[in-house]
């Protein structure tokens, strides 16, 4: 099964569960407990256990593979990143990695440690991006490097754009 990385985490678990055994089952009415690395075919183990009135009852523990963040296939140049603050947190870049990757890292799925963003004369730096062990989904570390806005070589969009106005569509009349 190929997971649908911008879901929720408990949901694309959900979606492997549902998959493998032609059931229907929803996240709420399920509580999944701390991923556990095990050696074999599969890399990970949980606890999966019925939420109170959720209409069902008990645990199963289940395993599956995690997905190492380096497996993760970047775009054309996604591993750099731009700033203008000059100290964040990772927290800070998750949502332009998430854009970036067509994921949806939470909270829960990864390390948030602070960054030293590098100044206008510094090349860019390189840090990790660290997998939490408690991540339903996600193992290892992604590289990526940071660095300074100033140093963007972007077009800029109104250079490239000096017309502004436009004469609009026209939609031409078949005539017979």
């Known amino acids: 099964m190929i997971p649908k990385l911008t879901k929720d985490p ?22 999944f407990g ?6 074999g075919p ?22 599956y593979n995690r997905i190492d963040l380096d497996t993760i296939p970047p775009p054309d140049d996604p591993r750099l990143f731009y700033t203008n603050q000059t100290t964040l947190r990772v927290s800070d870049i998750v949502p332009l990695i998430n854009e970036t990757y067509g ?19 510094d090349p860019a730096l390189p840090f990790s991006l660290k997998a939490a062990a408690k991540s ?11 660095a300074n806005e100033a140093t ?4 800029s969009l109104p250079l490239e754009m000096v017309n502004t106005y436009f004469n609009g569509f026209t939609y031409a009349f078949l005539t017979t």
């Open 34 to 39: 701390v991923p556990v690395v095990i050696e």
């Open 103 to 121: 994921i949806n890292l939470t909270t829960t799925d990864y390390v948030d440690v602070l960054l030293v963003a590098p100044a206008v004369t």
């Open 136 to 146: 339903l989904i996600y193992t290892g570390l992604m590289s990526l490097s940071l």
């Open 152 to 155: 963007r070589n972007d077009i």
């Open 42 to 63: 599969r890399n990970t183990r949980i606890l999966v256990t019925a939420r109170p009135y959720s209409g069902m009852v008990g645990s199963v523990e289940v395993e």
């Open 10 to 31: 408990s949901q694309i678990v959900v979606d492997m569960i549902n998959a493998d055994n032609n059931s229907h089952l929803i996240a709420e009415q399920l509580r």
